[in-house]
């Protein structure tokens, strides 16, 4: 594929060349289709190649000529040249879309060089409208351009372009100052130049992440700068995304990427306020926000920068005290720093850097590791406790020693929970009972108190080892549900702030349960959306299948879920389940909405009968009633008057009552249209005449040779009407309108210029449609039909009827129509309607 981000940048030529290249290597190659454009060079470069002979079809009387695929397929050429991929074909030739018949040859075993400009790539196509002002009709899907075994875009400065463009060697004379003016103006074409390169840029990048994921690759290759930027929800968060974004920033093409990480102890300082914010700051910042859930923060912070194959990694400097750090070891920080790997990673200090004391972190249900670390201070601490007290031991001292086991059996239950602290306090009861009451060095008790006091000991002991363990499980569930929160008002945010609504459930699902793959698919097997992690885990399972209602089933591939992760899943397929409705319950509207706009024109329509047709219809029977008054005697010169009136009344009643017919089979889709090849001038003219506008009326600007156009002759020229009687009568006095023709992309624009007041661009659209009349005033205007008609009989030829502002002031009506084969172009051109 060769792709260009305007035309005659040199794709065509580019194609041909490399055509002739690997003829020269004694490869079999053909010109399946080659559109020239009457460019010399470009026809001239064809020279030497294999040209196949092209498909002539019939079109309501027009003959055009598009690539023939059987030919092709039955000549079986090696390497097939097939120009301009989103072309679409002339009807009745068996594909709609000239991609198809790529997609045939590749099927036969041939392979296909192709070329196609960047306003044709479908997710690109709204960009490059509202860029340039123009929209295009003819798209392909990114997927067939991404499955191209390789993408070469073919280069050229905007300057250079220009020039090329000013001395002729893109379009002919006639057409230069209008695409210099419009759409090869140099911001339009830096602009499109950009989109270009970095499509091919994002592309490459997707192959060397499929490449990697395929390949097993785990490690870190800075093809592109990419800045993982953790989020704790803590008021750091917006001093870390601006540093995140001034490194991004510091290479071409570097990305940022904000990452919040919330695990099933909770996080602590998450103001749920603080990270709205932040989600903000990361969209005016240019970067993406993601949310994970995972036990261990510093690990899935590490799995998801690894995943996105960042380069760098930036976390805040713990707000914990010293104090606190000594209690509680070191910090996520420094986790990250020693399983970063090949990730740099940037502490970044910042005002609430170290300054509160908070308590161990908690947690609840505790994890075996917290389980087994007090078990062993209990193994340890005692005997150590006990060696220390035996130093210390005095007859006054034992009320001391059992309060300094009992903190021990505390601190134990802090760190281990129950069942290490239960363990502690039988050991220490026995450690007392053995070593300091009495009789001493056995476990007999010489006194019933003592034995009292051993047994509250040890239950008192359960007792704070079973608060502890409770609060930690309260603390759990409670960390757990704002977790879970946190996560549904995340994909809700996604949804609302303009994201694909399956595809931000799909992705934060995935993201949220640490999965491999997420997809969803219709009962009947059809993809829907798509989520996956780079790289993926070693030996995955088989996917499960979640229902979602009688729709769709979503596909989970990865770890076994929990029964609370589960229930969170449920709440997600009930929000899949409503989108899929929504989605389907807007498809209905959109199909209702046709019938409801006909319906109000219906009714506009009789609304505006019974006030516009009654003016002429009452002239004109007043009119015939008077000259048959056999009471009133008029003179020969009254009965010409009378009549003149009545024959322009009902001349007006018939003009208004074709219009009303006509705009009832544009609504209803049934305007008789028959296209022809038509030269300009030959509507132009009689559009003149009918209107008697002379020299001194109207200004014309020609071509040297005007190029055929496809069109209704009949049609065009009521169009031609319709507009030029509105530039007269808004034009300002002593500038008459401008009728020009120029080609331009393939198209034949008409334009007519007029320097009167203009139209507001908010009212713009509305004069196009069905009875408007700019001011509402003037009641010999008629039903202000004439812009819905002349839109609605350009559409109905194929082409468009835009409304520009003149330069200094004034309207520009553009009708923009295909051009029809021409003479000279018959054996290199069809009917294609874009540009090289």
């Known amino acids: 594929m060769f792709l260009g981000a305007a035309p005659g940048v040199g794709k065509t030529y580019t194609m041909l060349e490399e055509g002739r290249r690997l003829r020269g290597e004694g490869r079999d190659v053909v010109v399946a289709v080659v559109e020239t454009h009457g460019r010399r060079a470009t026809e001239a470069m064809a020279d030497g190649l294999e040209v196949l002979p092209r498909r002539t079809v019939n079109h309501r009387g027009v003959h055009l000529t598009d690539l023939d695929l059987e030919g092709v397929l039955a000549r079986r050429p090696e390497i097939a040249l097939v120009d301009e991929l989103a072309h679409t074909n002339a009807p009745g030739t068996g594909h709609e879309k000239r991609w198809q018949d790529v997609e045939a040859l590749l099927d036969a075993g041939i392979d296909v060089m192709?070329?196609?400009?960047?306003?044709?790539i479908e997710s690109l196509n709204d960009v490059v409208e509202r860029i340039t002002g123009v929209p295009h009709r003819e798209t392909i899907p990114d997927e067939v351009l991404r499955r191209a075994d390789q993408v070469e875009v073919v280069d050229l400065a905007p300057e250079a372009l220009r020039g090329r463009l000013s001395s002729g060697c893109i379009y002919p004379s006639g057409r230069i100052d209008a695409a210099l003016s419009n759409y090869f103006r140099v911001g339009n074409l830096t602009a499109?130049?950009?989109l270009a390169l970095l499509w091919l840029a994002d592309e490459v990048d997707s192959a060397l992440q499929r490449y990697r994921a395929e390949q097993g690759i785990d490690d870190k290759w800075e093809a592109r700068e990419r800045v993982v930027v953790a989020l704790t929800g803590g008021p750091e968060g917006r001093t870390l995304l601006r540093r995140g974004a001034r490194i991004a920033s510091r290479?071409?093409?570097?990305?940022?990427?904000?990452?919040?990480?919330?695990?099933?102890?909770?996080?602590?300082?998450?103001?749920p306020a603080e990270l709205a914010a932040q989600r903000a700051l990361v969209q005016k910042l240019g970067g993406t926000y993601h949310e994970v859930v995972g036990d261990q923060t510093s690990k899935a912070l590490v799995d998801f920068a690894k995943g996105a194959n960042a380069s760098q990694l930036v976390i805040g400097v713990s707000r914990r005290s010293r104090l606190a750090a000594l209690f509680t070891g070191p910090g996520i920080g420094a986790t990250v720093i020693r399983e970063s790997g090949e990730i740099d990673v940037h502490m970044v200090t910042h005002a609430a850097a170290g300054r509160r004391f908070a308590l161990p972190h908690a947690g609840g249900a505790l994890s075996w590791r917290r389980r087994a670390l007090g078990a062993l201070v209990a193994l340890v601490g005692g005997p150590l406790l006990t060696l220390l007290l035996t130093l210390l031991q005095s007859e006054e001292s034992i009320t001391g020693d059992v309060l300094s086991y009992q903190l021990l059996v505390i601190v134990v239950a802090l760190i281990g929970g129950?069942?290490?602290?239960?363990?502690?306090?039988?050991?220490?009861?026995?450690?007392?009972?053995?070593?300091?009451?009495d009789p001493v060095r056995t476990l007999t008790i010489g006194e019933p108190a003592h034995f009292t006091a051993l047994i509250l000991y040890i239950v008192n002991a359960v007792l704070v080892s079973y608060v502890v363990d409770q609060a930690a499980r309260r603390t759990r569930a409670a960390s757990r549900a704002a977790a879970e929160s946190e996560l549904l008002a995340t994909?809700?945010?996604?949804?609302?702030?303009?994201?694909?609504?399956?595809?931000?459930?799909?992705?934060?699902?995935?993201?949220?349960?640490g999965l491999d793959t997420v997809q969803l698919r219709l009962a009947d097997g059809t993809l829907l959306s798509k989520a996956t992690s780079l790289p993926p885990s070693p030996g995955q399972a088989d996917p499960v299948t979640v229902p979602v209602g009688e729709r769709a089933v979503l596909e989970l591939v990865g770890r076994p879920l929990a029964a609370a992760d589960r229930r969170l899943l449920a709440v997600i397929t009930t929000q899949?389940?409503?989108?899929?409705?929504?989605?389907?319950?807007?498809?209905?509207?959109?199909?209702?909405?046709?019938?409801?706009?006909?319906d109000r024109v219906r009714t506009a329509l009789l609304a505006a009968v019974g006030h516009d047709l009654r003016r002429p219809l009452t002239a004109a029977t007043t009119a015939v009633t008077s000259l048959r008054s056999a009471n009133i005697t008029f003179s020969p010169r009254e009965q010409g008057a009378l009549l003149e009136t009545a024959e322009q009344s009902l001349g007006t009643l018939s003009n208004l009552v074709t219009d009303l017919l006509d705009v009832s089979r544009i609504q209803a889709g049934v305007l008789g249209v028959v296209l022809e090849s038509v030269r300009p001038e030959d509507v132009i003219l009689p559009?003149?005449?009918?209107?008697?506008?002379?020299?001194?009326?109207?200004?014309?600007?020609?071509?040297?040779?005007?190029?055929?156009?496809?069109?209704?002759?009949?049609?065009?020229?009521?169009?031609?009407?319709?507009?030029?009687?509105?530039?007269?009568?808004?034009?300002?006095?002593?500038?008459?309108?401008?009728?020009?023709?120029?080609?331009?992309?393939?198209?034949?624009?008409?334009?007519?210029?007029?320097?009167?007041p203009g139209i507001p661009d908010n009212r713009k659209d509305q004069v196009l449609m069905p009875f408007q009349r700019l001011g509402d005033t003037d009641n010999d205007t008629g039903l202000g039909l004439g812009m819905a008609l002349s839109k609605g009989f350009v559409e109905g030829m194929g082409g468009r009827l835009s409304l520009e502002d003149t330069p200094g002031g004034g309207l520009t009506s553009v009708v923009s129509l295909p051009r029809a084969p021409q003479p000279h172009e018959a054996l290199h051109t069809g009917n294609s309607v874009g540009a090289a």
């Open 251 to 271: 290479s071409a093409g570097g990305q940022l990427l904000a990452v919040h990480v919330t695990n099933q102890d909770g996080l602590r300082d998450a103001d």
């Open 687 to 756: 559009a003149l005449e009918e209107l008697d506008l002379g020299p001194g009326d109207i200004e014309l600007d020609f071509p040297a040779e005007p190029q055929l156009l496809l069109a209704d002759a009949v049609l065009l020229q009521r169009v031609l009407v319709n507009l030029l009687s509105n530039a007269i009568r808004y034009a300002s006095h002593g500038e008459p309108p401008v009728l020009s023709v120029s080609d331009f992309g393939g198209r034949t624009e008409l334009r007519i210029i007029d320097s009167g």
């Open 418 to 437: 129950i069942w290490p602290a239960l363990f502690a306090a039988v050991l220490s009861g026995l450690t007392l009972d053995f070593f300091f009451i």
């Open 576 to 598: 899949l389940d409503t989108a899929l409705e929504y989605r389907d319950l807007s498809r209905a509207a959109s199909k209702i909405g046709p019938l409801a706009e006909a």
């Open 114 to 120: 192709s070329t196609i400009n960047v306003q044709h």
């Open 192 to 194: 499109l130049r950009e």
């Open 491 to 513: 994909i809700a945010g996604g949804v609302l702030r303009g994201q694909d609504t399956l595809q931000a459930l799909v992705t934060r699902t995935r993201e949220a349960f």
